[in-house]
């Protein structure tokens, strides 16, 4: 039953219930439908309970609903008229979640009742679409436009305590929420609801609100680039405010079609799914790690509290997991541990805001220089120098000291999972966490597995993910791993650009424009162009390891771009040294400017390398940077590293500011078409044959000639092309 009732007294409990989440799909619709004409029509029922089983009030339309009838769902303020338009009080019960077309259902109920754990909030926007179900001409008369918009532009959950706060939700209880909600029920029966009805009151406005909203807009339009549905939202907020509320409504109805129309819901549902979907990889073994329980991780250790390990132990506390966090010396250890304490109060700060005692959930850290301390923890995750003795002098320190069943993870951004395990006395054990930087803030989190990992490890580590609110997606074990593999030839890209004739401005903007958070070059220079000069030093592609006699635009027969090298050796590591491709007021600035030295010294390259800079043209760099790194994925594909398109495109969605809108870079292949890209790649390898990275994939020109089969189909593609191999 997707919706029942029973009677408590003279009150009807209405409750909602299409696990796991309780979405409004179209057979729940329905089933209010009749449950509520029901129990309006019963002269015994004085009052209307409404809640939702398991837990959870309702996580809003069924978005699996959308592909199929994408407008079927707005039928929902129907439904939430005749429950505003009910004499009889109706009450809202919320446990778990009210979310998009949950929280608007709650509120065309007269009153909400929520438990303390609960969240609310509109987050259509992060799926492309507005709350179409009354959300947005409710809302604002219930809190104000400039609340209303903060909750529904940035599709905010909002914790109970705040809810009650901004007046979203009238009592807050810890027990038994239903019961609450039939008690407030009983309290009100015979009272006047008029004002109780949202839609029949004004917004609350004053004679500065259009230049209000005309601000939000341009702040909207900065902060969320090309991605169209916040400004939907404003728009939807502002027709609140000039209209009653049947204007209002119609207004959001047409917002919701014309974004339909933009193809970023597609988009950005296709990532809200990938992201739940990824890393369903069948092991060698034939096992599934999803079938495999994780083991609890109730302690856990970091070793090496630089860049990323303090933010991992936050992360780590964060979610109330005990740390021990080991340097190597006693100067390190302070400088780890006042980084660390920082990151700690702020999240406590940040926990007080959301109502909740100061340091409610922050577990302990300890921290130590002595490896016998980690002899009784779950878990460590190791976070020291990227090279390889050192992390194998560290992993054998952690087989000896540690317990036999506790878990051995790598922060590693791309060695060899299999090598640091091998001199372990567990492999199975031994798996890659690579978080992003900041760790405490990133979402994603690549988890690696080697060869010998245990599926247990495997499940363990997702779950571990998952605890601490990252997207784990796991890959396979490569040079790289997913990511920063593909993010190689998208930068030889960029750096052959330079040679060519543009300037980094001129490729951040294009790709800044397309959507990017940050262009390529912007994007070196923040992480610090030293990390690959010494890695390609380490390589002998550059430096004194190089034979005498190398031509300085070739290594081993490929085309090679020596530019980043020569900053470096100049000492342009990027924002830490105030100078990189661009120039920065101070070391360590973070405003970058243009340099005119860059534009004189790259006029000066090519010159002494006699090229002929070629006519700038915006798409040229847009189809390079895009399509090596589309390629890339699909040779990623092709060597089983990632189990498929979804998992590259969660990982560029939400590690590399990729726009989400944009559903990732393999889902805007498919958009633009396959054979499009295969096309550009030949045309461009044509004209670039020494860069191997830009020859058509293997599994591209498969797909090709399979007709470019739409995304959905790549997976089962990939694995019956790949098996032809
Ligand atoms: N529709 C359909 N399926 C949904 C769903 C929804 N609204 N919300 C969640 N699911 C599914 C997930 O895909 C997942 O399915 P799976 O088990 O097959 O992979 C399952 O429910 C559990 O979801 P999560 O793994 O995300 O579980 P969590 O406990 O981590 O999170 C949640 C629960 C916070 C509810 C999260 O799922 C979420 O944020 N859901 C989306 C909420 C949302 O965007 N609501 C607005 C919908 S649009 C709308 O209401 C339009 C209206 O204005 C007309
Ligand atoms: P970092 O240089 O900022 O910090 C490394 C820390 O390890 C230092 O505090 C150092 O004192 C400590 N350390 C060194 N030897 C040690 C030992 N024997 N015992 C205990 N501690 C020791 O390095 P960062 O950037 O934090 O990188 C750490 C790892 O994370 C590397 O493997 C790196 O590749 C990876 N990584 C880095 C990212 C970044 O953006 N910085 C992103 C993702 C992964």
């Not at 009650?164 to 027990?175: K, P, T």
């Not at 009100?188 to 029949?200: Q, Y």
């Not at 924002?575 to 005119?596: L, N």
Request: hydrophobic share 40%.
């Amino acid at each position: 039953m997707a919706a029942t009732r029973r009677l408590s007294h003279t009150v009807a409990v209405i409750t909602i219930n299409n696990p796991p989440v309780n979405a409004l799909g179209s057979s729940v619709c329905h089933a209010l439908v009749k449950e509520f004409g029901e129990a309006i029509k019963d002269s015994s029922v004085k009052a209307i309970v409404l809640s939702g089983a398991n837990g959870k009030f309702s996580a809003g339309a069924d978005i699996r609903e959308f592909s199929t009838s994408a407008l079927k769902t707005i039928s929902l303020e129907d439904i939430n008229a005749t429950i505003e338009a009910s004499r009889k009080p109706v009450v809202a019960a919320i446990d778990g979640v009210a979310l998009g077309g949950g929280l608007e259902l709650a509120l065309a109920c007269h009153y909400r009742v929520a438990n303390a754990q609960s969240r609310v909030g509109l987050p259509e926007v992060l799926i492309g679409i507005l709350p179409a179900a009354g959300g947005t001409q409710r809302l604002p008369r219930l809190i104000g436009v400039p609340a209303a918009l903060d909750v529904i532009v940035r599709g905010r959950h909002v914790p109970a305590t705040e809810a009650l706060q901004l007046g979203i939700v009238d009592e807050v209880v810890q027990g038994n929420t239903v019961n609450a909600a039939i008690q407030l029920a009983r309290k009100v029966i015979g009272t006047d609801l008029d004002k109780r009805r949202l839609s029949t009151n004004h917004v609350p406005s004053n004679p500065n609100m259009e230049i209000f909203l005309d601000n939000a807009v341009e702040k909207a339009k900065k902060q969320f680039r090309r991605a169209q549905a916040p400004i939907a939202c404003i728009q939807a907020i502002r027709a609140s405010v000039q209209k009653p509320y049947h204007h209002g409504i119609k207004k959001e109805r047409e917002l919701f079609q014309s974004l339909w129309a933009t193809g970023q819901p597609q988009a950005l549902q296709y990532a809200f799914f990938s992201e739940r979907n990824v890393g369903k990889w069948t092991h060698p073994s034939g096992g599934r790690w999803e079938t495999i329980a994780p083991k609890p991780v109730r302690t856990a250790a970091v070793i090496g509290l630089g860049t990323m390990g303090r933010g991992i132990v936050t992360s780590l506390a964060r979610v109330n997991i005990p740390v021990i966090a080991l340097e190597q010396d006693a100067q390190q250890l302070e400088i780890g541990k006042k980084a660390v304490n920082g990151l700690l109060e702020r999240e406590a700060e940040k926990l007080i805001k959301q109502g909740l005692a100061p340091g409610t959930k922050l577990a302990s850290v300890r921290f130590t220089l002595d490896f016998a301390e980690l002899s009784d923890v779950d878990l460590v995750i190791e976070a020291v120098y990227e090279n390889m003795e050192l992390k194998k002098q560290i992993f054998r320190k952690l087989s000896t000291f540690c317990k036999p069943d506790a878990f051995l993870c790598t922060n590693t951004s791309g060695l060899d999972i299999d090598e640091i395990a091998s001199v372990t006395n567990r492999p199975h054990l031994v798996i890659g966490t690579h978080f992003f930087s900041p760790a405490n803030i990133m979402r994603l989190l690549e988890v690696v597995r080697g060869h010998q990992t245990s599926l247990t490890t495997i499940s363990t580590a997702m779950s571990l993910g998952k605890t601490l609110g990252k997207v784990a997606v796991l890959v396979g074990n490569c040079p790289l791993f997913v990511g920063n593999r593909l993010l190689g030839p998208y930068l030889d890209q960029a750096n052959y650009l330079l040679e060519e004739g543009y300037y980094p401005e001129e490729v951040d903007k294009t790709l800044e424009d397309f959507g990017f958070a940050m262009g390529p070059f912007r994007m070196m220079d923040l992480a610090g162009l030293d990390v690959g000069w010494r890695s390609r030093m380490e390589k002998g592609l550059t430096g004194s390891k190089v034979p005498p006699g190398t031509p300085a635009r070739q290594r081993q027969g490929y085309r090679y771009c020596p530019l980043p090298d020569m900053l470096c050796e100049m000492g342009r590591f990027g924002q830490k040294a105030g100078k990189g491709w661009y120039q920065y007021e101070k070391p360590g600035g973070r405003i970058a400017q243009s340099d005119p030295w860059i534009k004189d010294f790259l006029q000066e390259y090519r010159n002494t390398h006699q090229i002929k800079p070629k006519p700038a043209n915006p798409e040229v760099i847009l189809e390079r940077c895009l399509y090596a790194l589309i390629n890339e994925g699909f040779r990623v594909l092709e060597d089983g590293i990632a189990s498929g398109p979804e998992d590259i495109d969660v990982i560029y969605n939400n590690g590399y500011g990729f726009p989400k809108y944009r559903g990732g870079i393999m889902y805007h292949a498919s958009t633009v078409g396959l054979a499009k890209v295969l096309d550009a790649l030949g045309k461009y390898h044509k004209e670039n044959p020494d860069v191997p990275s830009m020859n058509p994939a293997f599994l591209l020109k498969k797909l090709v000639a399979v007709g470019g089969p739409p995304i959905k189909e790549w997976k089962t593609q990939v694995g019956t092309l790949v098996n032809k191999l």
